[in-house]
């Protein structure tokens, strides 16, 4: 019998951990060998923008050996991205804000235990150039990485986050970062509420793995060890307000399948306990690092991670993915069809790295190799050729859409509505104030092209705004 989520009932509490090892084994053998009926039963209720159970992402995770029923899935996950999210792509940039770190996660540059690594936490001073670097390229979005160490108190992370806000290059609305995400240790409930007040957008940390015994095998010590800890943190963050949370695995360290189940588990998990499911999922490749132990790695070739991302775009239509520049060029501009919503560009991963102009990466200053080092300017160019609109909207967090009540706007499909729109705008600001004549030209081309699909009212007054961007004005959001 195939429940759907409705039916396959949670009964979860929060901060109470809730990944039973064996409860996925055994959904993934229960469903192992899938119908053809099953699986288009499956991609009808997806389509339908229902989320998926366990059981019925099983059946998915279970048909990828098979031809026919690994194309179902593709052109079921390629149908549903653009009716959900339309062709527009989220833009953001990390900025790595410092580098100590006490644990020792074998895979990763960052690690204690690497000595050759180089060792920085950027100041005010060079965080705010930092920021006035990428406000100078366009940028809006920006998602600050720490690693794990007594100086990244929630305090210390509050005042980062507070500086890049209050840092702006022309006039208010212009040249500003809109919107500050932040990837950092699991914290406390109070150092959760520090952080919270600080007016971050989503909170992103990544299990790595769900499954116990591969996490100890690759966390070695330091904080980070706690697998429960790390497991429940999302539980704090919502204790503590924040209810905009990002889940992730660092897929090579266990089993991939295993692991997308257990995403499934952790979105029920928040589901059932706070009513709101996560707003994006990232799934990171692993990568080569400064110093990497001979690392025993379950590596997911680019054909399964096109299934990966498939099967978790039919499993949850209304949660963001994203993919990253450590994937290369090609297959990067390739998978976006598949179901991804957001993308970093004009990445630099060195601390500092944005304002240092110098060629070229050091692998010791940072925490892992990059596939993708083209520029924010390059990286639009190339979407503009593909069809997709860059967005950089930020217009749910600063109107209030976020968490339970942001659910209910994208599981109603109201995501286009706003999204696609907005898109269109951000993007046309962006080629007025920051790309070169080429870009520009190209990009009201397809901003026109993209007009001829709204319906008379909603393409009157976007024609309005539009006209009021080209004079000038800025952040016109729906
Ligand atoms: N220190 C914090 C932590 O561990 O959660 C946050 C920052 S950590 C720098 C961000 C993420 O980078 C990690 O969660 C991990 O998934 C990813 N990462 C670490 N080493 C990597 C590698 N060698 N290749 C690809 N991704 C890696
Ligand atoms: Fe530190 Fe995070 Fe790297 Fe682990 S992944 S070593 S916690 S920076």
């Given at each position: 019998?195939?429940?759907?989520?409705?039916?396959?009932?949670?009964?979860?509490?929060?901060?109470?951990?809730?990944?039973?090892?064996?409860?996925?084994?055994?959904?993934?053998?229960?469903?192992?060998?899938?119908?053809?009926?099953?699986?288009?039963?499956?991609?009808?209720?997806?389509?339908?923008?229902?989320?998926?159970?366990?059981?019925?992402?099983?059946?998915?995770?279970?048909?990828?050996?098979?031809?026919?029923?690994?194309?179902?899935?593709?052109?079921?996950?390629?149908?549903?991205?653009?009716?959900?999210?339309?062709?527009?792509?989220?833009?953001?940039?990390?900025?790595?804000?410092?580098?100590?770190?006490?644990?020792?996660?074998?895979?990763?540059?960052?690690?204690?235990?690497?000595?050759?690594?180089?060792?920085?936490?950027?100041?005010?001073?060079?965080?705010?150039?930092?920021?006035?670097?990428?406000?100078?390229?366009?940028?809006?979005?920006?998602?600050?990485?720490?690693?794990?160490?007594?100086?990244?108190?929630?305090?210390?992370?509050?005042?980062?986050?507070?500086?890049?806000?209050?840092?702006?290059?022309?006039?208010?609305?212009?040249?500003?970062?809109?919107?500050?995400?932040?990837?950092?240790a699991p914290l406390d409930i109070e150092g959760f509420r520090v952080v919270k007040e600080s007016g971050i957008g989503t909170y992103q940390i990544f299990q790595e793995t769900y499954d116990t015994e591969v996490y100890e095998r690759f966390h070695l010590s330091g904080q980070k060890r706690d697998y429960n800890y790390r497991l429940t943190a999302m539980d704090r963050a919502m204790a503590a307000g924040i209810d905009d949370v990002g889940l992730g695995v660092l897929f090579g360290l266990g089993d991939w399948k295993f692991d997308v189940m257990a995403l499934i588990r952790h979105t029920n998990h928040l589901e059932a306990c706070y009513n709101v499911g996560p707003h994006t999922i990232s799934f990171p490749r692993i990568k080569q690092a400064s110093n990497s132990d001979d690392l025993v790695l379950q590596s997911v070739d680019d054909e399964d991670f096109k299934m990966l991302i498939a099967i978790l775009r039919l499993a949850v239509p209304y949660t963001g993915l994203i993919l990253t520049a450590r994937e290369p060029i090609a297959l990067r501009n390739k998978l976006i069809e598949f179901g991804i919503s957001q993308i970093d560009a004009g990445t630099k991963l060195e601390i500092g790295g944005y304002s240092d102009k110098s060629e070229?990466?050091?692998?010791?200053?940072?925490?892992?190799?990059?596939?993708?080092?083209?520029?924010?300017?390059?990286?639009?160019?190339?979407?503009?050729?593909?069809?997709?609109?860059?967005?950089?909207?930020?217009?749910?967090?600063?109107?209030?859409?976020?968490?339970?009540?942001?659910?209910?706007?994208?599981?109603?499909?109201?995501?286009?509505?706003?999204?696609?729109?907005?898109?269109?705008?951000?993007?046309?600001?962006y080629l007025e104030s920051y790309a070169n004549p080429h870009t520009k030209e190209k990009g009201w081309m397809l901003i026109e092209s993209k007009l001829s699909g709204l319906d008379g009212k909603q393409r009157e007054d976007m024609e309005g705004k539009l006209d009021s961007i080209r004079q000038g004005q800025s952040d016109l959001l729906l």
């Open positions: 019998m195939l429940f759907t989520p409705q039916e396959y009932k949670i009964k979860d509490e929060p901060e109470v951990p809730f990944i039973d090892k064996q409860e996925i084994l055994a959904l993934l053998e229960e469903f192992s060998h899938p119908t053809t009926e099953q699986v288009e039963e499956v991609i009808s209720q997806s389509l339908s923008l229902n989320r998926l159970s366990m059981q019925q992402v099983s059946v998915l995770l279970n048909s990828c050996s098979d031809y026919d029923h690994r194309k179902l899935i593709t052109s079921a996950a390629k149908k549903l991205k653009k009716e959900v999210y339309g062709e527009r792509i989220v833009i953001f940039a990390p900025l790595y804000v410092g580098n100590y770190c006490i644990n020792n996660c074998s895979y990763c540059g960052f690690k204690a235990s690497n000595k050759k690594a180089v060792r920085k936490s950027l100041s005010d001073l060079e965080l705010q150039q930092e920021v006035l670097e990428l406000e100078k390229e366009g940028q809006k979005r920006l998602i600050l990485v720490y690693g794990e160490h007594p100086k990244y108190s929630p305090e210390y992370i509050a005042h980062t986050v507070k500086l890049v806000y209050s840092q702006h290059g022309k006039s208010e609305g212009s040249d500003r970062i809109n919107r500050v995400n932040i990837n950092a070229g990466q050091d692998i010791h200053k940072e925490q892992f190799e990059l596939s993708d080092n083209r520029t924010l300017e390059q990286t639009i160019s190339e979407l503009i050729d593909q069809g997709q609109i860059p967005s950089f909207c930020t217009a749910c967090y600063r109107k209030g859409r976020t968490g339970e009540h942001f659910m209910e706007f994208s599981t109603k499909g109201f995501i286009k509505r706003f999204c696609t729109p907005n898109a269109l705008l951000t993007f046309a600001e």
